[in-house]
């Protein structure tokens, strides 16, 4: 595999949290891409509170250390994502450390695009999130809806000079945006692609399965990247970092890491499988008309407020 794979972490009042999920997305990485070459982007800060748990980034993995101004101090880890491509040669595909790898990923080699990322939800191309939506406008994104949403969690980038105007567009606008109260970097990432005339192709949802969204039951048989979300999901806490010991993956972590979708997921579709799978083709089909789409995902919400 030509491509090569970044991951970013940084600890938060020095915990391990984030390193651990990194390390089991590694793991996965190397035992469904054996050739991969990983990169790692830390902040100075996380780096040295790594060190002093006497943890050790994982042989092989080339390691970039960046100094982060104090001001972005609690934003450190969108500071670094959306200034990426400027702290990194050559082509690479990002990933967030709540990933596992589920297949080959060789064929990112052959993307007919210089930047490219699955939709946000594994849903619609456009935007058709009312809440986010309303966030866009709070950054002062003017008529959101409909326009291209990707997920920033997992990014093909080229190494050419519009990506590097791409992600200077992305990083000021991010800053601008949080600067506002507005901290996560996908509604910057949209005004940055409309702004330069949608460069960001789209991305088969398989390359992004995002579990935490019912629509992604259609693609997770076939996923080649599972993306769990660590920050509205039980997985990590529940399959994660319990089996860390001393810094090693345990066994069952290790299963997970080999095959993720039938050693860690399979959980995720036991309650209310019939119904959820009912719900995630009806999403499929329906996928490119955002009223319905919006429609058929608040179903399940609307059917356990009646169940209760």
Wanted: with cysteine; hydrophobic share 40%.
């Amino acid at each position: 595999m030509k491509t090569k794979i970044v991951y970013i972490v940084t600890l938060r009042d020095g915990g391990l949290r984030f390193f651990e999920m990194f390390q089991l997305s590694v793991e996965s990485l190397r035992l469904h891409q054996p050739d991969a070459r990983i990169e790692l982007v830390m902040d100075n800060v996380s780096y040295a509170s790594l060190c002093e748990t006497g943890q050790a980034v994982p042989k092989g993995v080339k390691l970039i250390n960046v100094d982060v101004p104090q001001e972005w101090e609690r934003q450190k880890s969108r500071y670094l994502k959306t200034k990426l491509r400027t702290l990194t040669g050559g082509d690479y595909l990002y990933l967030d450390v709540d990933t596992l790898i589920s297949g080959n990923l060789e064929k990112l080699d052959y993307t007919d695009a210089d930047l490219a990322a699955v939709p946000d939800g594994n849903g619609p191309a456009g935007l058709w999130n009312e809440s986010e939506a309303e966030l866009c406008v709070r950054a002062g994104i003017p008529s959101p809806m409909g326009k291209p949403y990707f997920n920033s969690g997992v990014m093909f980038v080229r190494d050419v000079q519009s990506s590097y105007v791409f992600y200077e567009q992305w990083h000021m606008l991010w800053k601008a945006m949080a600067g506002k109260g507005i901290r996560r970097d996908q509604m910057a990432l949209l005004e940055a692609n409309e702004r330069l005339g949608r460069p960001v192709r789209e991305l088969a949802a398989e390359w992004n399965c995002q579990i935490c969204c019912s629509a992604a039951i259609h693609y997770f048989r076939n996923a080649k990247i599972i993306h769990y979300y660590s920050d509205i999901s039980c997985f990590p806490d529940r399959f994660v970092t319990p089996h860390f010991i001393n810094g090693c993956p345990d066994n069952t972590a290790l299963a997970l890491a080999a095959d993720p979708i039938k050693s860690g997921f399979r959980f995720y579709y036991t309650k209310h499988r019939r119904f959820s799978r009912f719900v995630s083709e009806f999403l499929y089909i329906f996928r490119n008309n955002q009223r319905i789409f919006r429609y058929i995902k608040s179903l399940p919400g609307k059917v356990e407020r009646l169940m209760k």
